[in-house]
């Protein structure tokens, strides 16, 4: 059974930085892709960023238009626990909102995965 934990979210003032971490445990877990997604109240969730975990393009990232230049994701990886961050810089309130680890894409990179995590709320104050 898959899991993924996130942590690292709380409140920062704009302009700061918080760096987020997602620990995703499985007997056999080996996804090909992973992502943060991100759901403001009274929105969608919307993409933020995802890195391709194995292939040929392992280690090539996606970024969401409005994050791009100041978000990096990047990956680590042992035996036992494999985890995904989220290097937030620069961080503006309309960042605020609840960030979703999410793993092994079906389909796209940007929208389809079959497995997500519990959230962690970013809170950036102006």
């Known amino acids: 059974q898959v899991q993924l934990v996130e942590s690292g979210g709380g409140l920062v003032q704009a302009g700061g930085s918080l760096r987020l971490s997602c620990a995703a445990s499985g007997r056999t877990f080996s996804p090909n892709a992973m992502a943060w997604f991100r759901q403001a109240p009274g929105k969608e969730r919307e993409f933020v960023a995802a890195?391709?975990?194995?292939?040929?393009?392992?280690?090539?990232?996606?970024?969401a238009d409005s994050v791009k230049g100041r978000f990096t994701i990047s990956i680590s990886r042992d035996n036992a626990k494999n985890t995904v961050y989220l290097q937030m810089n620069r961080l503006r309130p309309k960042d605020t909102a609840v960030y979703y680890c999410?793993?092994?894409?079906?389909?796209?990179?940007?929208?389809?995965?079959?497995?997500w995590g519990q959230g962690t709320q970013v809170t950036v104050s102006s």
């Open positions: 890195i391709n975990w194995r292939g040929l393009s392992a280690g090539s990232t996606y970024y």
């Open positions: 999410a793993a092994d894409t079906f389909r796209s990179v940007y929208r389809d995965y079959n497995y």
